[in-house]
């Protein structure tokens, strides 16, 4: 992979250059997020960083809009639990206009009172909406239920409880905290070379005070103990989603890239068995797949399906039977043979554009992944032997210890999704609108 990692004033600065087409890429990511929203105040961190887009050098929405169209590019504000980034791309010549505007967002917000009200009342209108979105609400309690008592279990959104606690100082205080040059890295690629690289990137750090950055001190979390269930009951429901998982993996778990080989067999791809049992097989539900994602610390490992109420008994029982054959079995050598081929070849897809690249590279600073695991990922897959992905399922994967999450209408398929689970211990059932 390639890519080159600089320093500027003690920040690191990642360059891909690229002069095949005349546009630059930027991010400007934090390495911390939402974990840091208070005790209460869940939201806080998604808040802020959309006022700053809004009021960045004390000007209107309308009137940065205005200036990011001026300059043909375009800038938006990504927030997870454990980092936030503002992303944009510009025409090469308006590099340096681009950054001035940056600047302004990122260094000189205004919070105004107004905006942070309206903001407010988006958000909350946002949430109310969301529970229209079934596929939504089942995300939000598996998280809420998986990660009980750990950062990642709460709203990177906030909940309509949590944001009129908000206040202006509140943002202020969490801006002052968390903009400083040592909490930042930045990433350019596009056309762009390393000396006019370092020339913004020094100008847009002088706009920042200097102080500590913020440490992460989330533990790793724990995963579910025995099988529970959360049911979250919708009236009218012909159609269920159904989210069932425990505990994932870590790229610095020794197994981690067989664990990843072994997903892709059970419900990574198209083809994997779970779609083939669930889709293809039974016509049970459009999409069947399971996933494995990677964060700063340890994520959960999850199956997704979303079946008619008639079939989500039935789909449930062969789901764990899959999991367990899976867990026992393992997988053969003709599908380690496929998964190792499919994962080598797709990966070009990965590192195709500049961006891409050098997105690679920002997440391994990022979420503290192994230093080169993006580098010698290729050779690790094709290193990965039948023993080594076997026993990785046995040691990180556990059918007895899973999470179901389900949204429905409960008096249609509450007894048949209980029934369905066999040594299933705590349960309960949630409105749909439930806070």
């Known amino acids: 992979m390639s890519g080159t990692a600089i320093e500027v004033n003690g920040t690191p600065v990642l360059l891909e250059t690229s002069r095949a087409l005349p546009l630059v890429h930027m991010s400007a990511s934090l390495f911390t997020g939402a974990i840091e929203d208070p005790a209460?105040?869940?939201?806080?961190?998604?808040?802020?960083?959309?006022?700053?887009?809004?009021?960045?050098?004390?000007?209107?929405?309308?009137?940065?809009?205005?200036?990011?169209?001026?300059?043909?590019?375009?800038?938006?504000?990504?927030?997870?639990?454990?980092?936030?980034?503002?992303?944009?791309?510009?025409?090469?010549?308006?590099?340096?206009?681009?950054i001035d505007l940056c600047i302004d967002v990122i260094a000189r917000p205004g919070f105004a009172d107004e905006e942070l009200a309206h903001l407010r009342r988006e958000t909350e209108a946002e949430i109310v909406e969301s529970r229209d979105n079934d596929r939504a609400l089942a995300r939000r309690w598996f998280q809420r239920r998986m990660f009980a008592g750990h950062a990642y279990g709460r709203s990177v959104s906030g909940r309509l409880s949590t944001l009129p606690g908000m206040n202006g100082d509140d943002v202020r205080s969490l801006h002052a905290r968390a903009f400083v040059r040592k909490n930042l890295v930045l990433a350019f690629s596009g056309d762009i070379d390393e000396e006019r690289a370092k020339a913004v990137a020094a100008r847009l750090l002088a706009a920042l005070p200097d102080g500590a950055p913020l440490e992460d001190k989330v533990a790793d979390p724990e995963g579910p103990r025995g099988r529970s269930l959360v049911l979250v009951d919708k009236p009218e429901r012909t159609q269920t989603q159904i989210l069932i998982g425990g505990l994932g993996t870590h790229p610095k778990d020794a197994d981690h890239i067989a664990l990843h080989v072994a997903n892709t067999v059970f419900g990574g791809t198209f083809t994997a068995r779970l779609m083939k049992e669930i889709r293809s097989k039974r016509g049970w539900s459009y999409g069947a797949y399971s996933s494995l994602p990677i964060d700063r610390h340890r994520q959960a490992f999850s199956l997704w399906t979303f079946p008619k109420a008639s079939d989500a008994e039935a789909c449930i029982k062969v789901e764990l039977g899959l999991l367990r054959a899976w867990w026992e079995k393992g997988i053969t050598e003709r599908e380690l043979s496929w998964a190792k081929r499919y994962l080598v070849r797709s990966h070009a897809f990965s590192v195709d554009t500049p961006s891409k690249r050098v997105g690679l590279l920002l997440d391994t600073l990022i979420y503290g992944l192994p230093a080169g695991y993006y580098e010698g990922y290729l050779e690790n897959v094709a290193a990965v032997t039948l023993d080594q992905v076997n026993s990785a399922i046995r040691e990180r994967i556990s059918p007895d210890n899973l999470l179901f999450s389900v949204v429905g209408t409960a008096s249609e398929i509450g007894d048949g999704v209980r029934s369905a689970i066999d040594g299933l211990g705590e349960h309960e059932v949630v409105s749909f609108d439930a806070d």
Do not use: W, Y
Request: aromatic share 4%; glycine share 16%.
């Open 40 to 98: 209460g105040k869940e939201g806080l961190t998604r808040l802020m960083t959309r006022a700053m887009r809004r009021t960045g050098g004390g000007l209107t929405q309308q009137e940065l809009d205005t200036r990011v169209d001026s300059l043909g590019g375009s800038l938006g504000a990504d927030i997870a639990h454990s980092t936030l980034s503002f992303n944009g791309t510009v025409i090469a010549r308006n590099l340096e206009p681009f």
